[in-house]
């Protein structure tokens, strides 16, 4: 412990009625403050004490725990500080005064002035304030971090001063081997996140040779250090909008460990090995790479050496509006947004900002050509990080970006997305001594590796070769795909992808099935397969059905589920259009579609040529927000949306359009953004072969398509195997199932549940065991391509275990 910072543990603590620590709040003010607080007459008069208390509660309920600490409070005729943040590396006396802030640590504290006896884990305080609350399990003794999360939703109401919103920076759930946070409390509603450091490429925590595989939260993040850091730099409350309603919605953020992982440490090496090198940053969708820069954004400009800024201006290149947004939501709550951060629409801009002084300069990918050689000429005296967001490659198709290509000397390709235009400007120009480049992408190219990558080198700094005798390259930090599916903020879109020729063979399998509904159109998908001509219309047919009687009649994504239909080139596209419209028209479907396509077309050799916002009646730039809104469920794209659009709702895709590599995981990944009604999703594919879409995923996802390859018969043995203890109905799972899908909560769901597991645990032990190990298997099998197998027929009331899954 450094000296002069006071850390301090105390037990059995009740906080007042302001829900604070009073003794270590006011200890705090008159050591640092004692002539404000003379003004103040606090400790003069009962009255004026509660004045002051009064007043305090009100900032931190309106302004919050991060703002009053940041900020600190105006009482007149005063302003107190309330917490001394980190000093710089020259200034003694803000090293002095930082050294008299009081953590301290409460076990079992009572929280409640109504219900005595509640009390909480542990509460971390600065300077008498709440910033902290822990529930805290123990794996030895049957409980872990999922028990603490169900405590906060059961047993702390958000009522309570201390749990209420903004009241503490983030409540913590911790076992020995998992950690998860919070930042508002509501019941059963409230939302954990982990934040757990990752293992083999996925979520969890790595084994630890020294203890806990928990204990870098003590060790690393809750050190004095580093929690000032967060609430310095991390932590905020921002207003979210509402784009249809326009409601607005308060909400508060804690970074992610990656987040502060990945920006702590790029950070520390810009530091000691200063400017002028590159950053590959591989963070899958998911990651919120979005708050990662903004934050990198910030913090790169605070950097210090020798008593002046290490960087002059941060330049952020990307595609998206809303990382503008974000950026400047982020600077707002340390600094004057406007006179910080600008955005370079023009060539002229970016000297007009230097030199307006502006630190933070947002430009997009078009614009970046221009900017690169202003960097090297007109301000080769200056220091930049050009932060780059070129996973996001529009929703615009082949665009104006061909044409700044073109004048910037570059090769134009139509297949170039934004990260190939990076990597050829890259190229085309002698890297800039005074600029470090820092790239983030989710899904980085060999030649984005070859580019901004480090070198993989061992323990003693000696290059790794590959088989081949060549150097290889690595990102500089890591958030996979697997990771993000894991945690939650992804879907795994491999889970029930399915070829069209292992769904016809499924269909066929159950056909003499006597569940199986012969009255279905199946003659539709033998002729498709088994005919020579696979017409467009005859596909358009198949995707109709499919929609409407596997997507919308099972409640997909709440019932609002939309689908893509992805095609290989514009005239198929439009094809699709006339093709989907009219099976939509024969069976007088509610629903319409939409299509999108860059440029012209002479469909037919028609005049004029079509156009997508000619033939939707509205402009491509309105596509977004209008596919949203019923009736539009089917969007049809031929070289746009496969990339960066990010739309929740979205559920099935079709795809009829040779994929491979890095474009095979681009496009099916549009469906991986989460819902909270998306359980899963599903892709009929009827131009790609399953294993060339499991190598393109697998340089960054771990997972292995099990579609096509299950036999139907298995699953209904080992049904009739479970059916045969007794352990459940018919009727148990219908119920169930009824239950679980209109939403009921656990305290609905559990009758049914402990009634089965009381019948469980009246059979013989070995009985227990061949149970189990069979609902295992059946599980395993479910996972597998029998989840296509499911989809691919009506189950009906014959075997209602099926339906659970």
């Known amino acids: 412990m450094k000296k002069g910072l006071t850390l301090i543990i105390i037990k059995n603590m009740r906080i007042c009625e302001y829900a604070i620590d009073e003794t270590r709040l006011f200890r705090f003010l008159q050591d640092t403050q004692p002539s404000q607080m003379g003004k103040l007459g606090v400790f003069q008069s009962e009255q004026k004490k509660r004045q002051f208390l009064n007043r305090l509660q009100g900032e931190l309920v309106k302004r919050g725990i991060v703002d009053i600490l940041r900020n600190g409070i105006k009482i007149y005729p005063v302003d107190l500080i309330m917490f001394y943040l980190t000093p710089t590396e020259s200034n003694e006396k803000a090293r002095e005064m930082f050294q008299k802030n009081i953590f ?150 804690f970074p992610r460990y990656h987040q502060l992982d990945v920006v702590t440490k790029l950070l520390s090496d810009v530091r000691e090995n200063g400017v002028g090198h590159r950053y590959l940053i591989q963070h899958s969708a998911g990651s919120g790479k979005s708050n990662s820069i903004a934050w990198l954004a910030h913090q790169l400009i605070g950097l210090e050496q020798n008593g002046g800024p290490m960087l002059d201006s941060v330049i952020v290149v990307t595609d998206r509006r809303i990382l503008d947004k974000q950026i400047r939501d982020t600077i707002k709550q340390f600094m004057q947004v406007s006179n910080t951060v600008a955005w370079a629409e023009h060539s002229g801009d970016l000297t007009k900002a230097i030199t307006d002084g502006k630190r933070i300069i947002v430009t997009t990918i078009e614009k970046f050509p221009y900017i690169v050689p202003q960097i090297g000429a007109d301000h080769k005296e200056n220091r930049f990080a050009i932060i780059i967001d070129e996973a996001h490659s529009g929703q615009s198709g082949r665009n104006s970006a061909q044409m700044n290509l073109a004048l910037s000397g570059l090769a134009s390709d139509d297949e170039m997305d934004n990260e ?43 290059p790794i070769l590959n088989d081949k005798g060549e150097l290889q390259n690595k990102p500089f930090h890591v958030y996979t795909m697997k990771q993000a599916i894991q945690e939650g903020f992804i879907l795994d879109v491999l889970r029930n992808y399915t070829p069209i020729d292992s769904f016809y063979r499924l269909m066929k399998t159950v ?174 594919d009827f131009a790609n072969k399953p294993e060339i879409i499991e190598e393109s995923f697998s340089r960054y996802y771990r997972t292995t398509i099990l579609s096509g390859g299950t036999d139907p018969n298995k699953l209904y043995d080992l049904v009739a195997t479970m059916e045969g203890y007794q352990v459940y109905s018919g009727d148990d799972v219908e119920h169930l199932v009824s239950l679980y899908l209109n939403g009921a909560d656990r305290d609905k769901l559990d009758p049914t549940l402990d009634a089965c597991t009381a019948l469980y645990k009246q059979l013989e032990t070995d009985d227990q065991i061949k149970f189990k190990s069979t609902a295992k298997a059946f599980a395993v099998h479910m996972d597998s391509s029998a989840r296509s197998f499911l989809m691919a027929m009506r189950i009906g009331s014959g075997s209602p275990f099926f339906s659970i899954c």
């Not at 009572?110 to 910033?131: E, T």
């Not at 235009?421 to 899904?443: C, V």
């Not at 997507?551 to 095609?567: E, H, N």
Request: with cysteine.
């Open 104 to 253: 301290s640590v409460t076990r079992q504290l009572r929280y409640s002035q109504d219900a005595g006896k509640l009390a909480l884990d542990l509460c971390l305080f600065i300077n008498g304030l709440p910033v902290i609350t822990f529930e805290l399990k123990n794996q030895l003794t049957k409980q872990n971090v999922d028990d603490a999360v169900q405590q906060y939703k059961d047993d702390r109401d958000p009522r309570e001063m201390l749990f209420q919103f903004k009241r503490c920076m983030v409540h913590l759930a911790v076992d020995d081997a998992r950690v998860k946070f919070c930042t508002r409390l509501a019941g059963k509603d409230s939302w954990f996140l982990p934040f757990d450091k990752g293992y083999n490429d996925g979520a969890g925590n790595p084994p630890n040779p020294n203890g806990l595989m928990t204990d870098y939260l003590w060790k690393d993040i809750l050190t004095k250090e580093k929690l000032t850091l967060i609430i310095e730099n991390y932590a905020q409350a921002v207003i979210e909008v509402d784009e249809n309603t326009k409601k607005k919605k308060e909400k508060q953020i």
């Open 420 to 462: 190939d235009k990076i990597n050829a400007m890259m190229e085309g120009r002698k890297l800039l001594n005074n600029a470090s480049y820092f790239a983030f992408t989710a899904t980085p190219k060999n030649k984005t590796l070859e580019t901004f990558g480090i070198l993989v080198v061992d323990e003693y700094g000696t």
């Open 511 to 684: 056909e003499d099935d006597p569940m199986f509904d012969k009255k279905r159109a199946q003659k539709k998908l033998r002729n498709f397969v088994e005919s020579d001509s696979y017409t467009i219309a005859k596909k358009a047919a198949m995707m109709v059905d499919h929609f409407h009687e596997q997507v919308i009649p099972k409640g997909k994504v709440g019932g609002q589920a939309r689908a893509m239909v992805v095609t290989a080139s514009i005239p198929r596209c439009i094809e699709y259009y006339y093709s989907i419209n009219k099976c939509l028209s024969e069976r007088h479907s509610p629903y319409k579609t939409i299509i999108a396509f860059s440029g012209e077309c002479k469909y037919n050799g028609q005049e004029p040529p079509l156009t997508s916002a000619g033939m939707n009646g509205f402009p491509d730039a309105k596509i977004p927000k209008t596919f949203k809104a019923d009736p539009y469920r089917i969007l049809i794209v031929a070289d746009m949306f496969q990339t960066g659009f990010d739309e929740p709702l979205l559920h099935t895709m079709y795809v009829d359009k040779m994929l491979y590599d890095i474009k095979a995981v681009q496009t099916l990944s549009r469906l991986n953004r989460c819902h909270p009604k998306k359980y899963d999703t599903f892709v009929l």
